[in-house]
């Protein structure tokens, strides 16, 4: 199972949002597995991406985040996850777009067999695709 896991850092948003990255994505790749989740989600949630990144062969995760001003958003459940992605032993290439300080922390603690790649913005699926194409050859 192959997985593209959207984490976002930053304000409450509302509940039903469209997120074109995504829906472009799950046009190009249809055998992808895609889950988002976000610094609000419950561990509920969060545990079910935590369960499919454990369970994926190869993953990409694409990590939005924002901060306010000087003020960074909380990580809340998402530090379940990102202890998860440290264990992870699989081929995965995480995407990053801005900066927070505790997620970049954390980020920095990741095996060296986790690729990173800064994105200017989420938009640039051309790169994500990229790497998808890849994973599904292998």
Known sequence: MNLLLSLRIGALIPQYYQNSTLDLIRKEAKDLIIYDCDNHSDSIIISYAADLLEKSAKAAIIIEMEQE????????????????????????????????????HILQALPATIQFHNLDNPKQVKQILSFLDRINEQ
């Open 69 to 104: 001003q000087e003020v960074a958003f909380p990580l809340g459940q998402l530090r379940l996850l990102f202890t998860k992605l440290i264990q992870h032993t699989t081929k995965i290439l995480v995407f990053t777009v801005g900066t927070h300080p505790a997620a970049n």
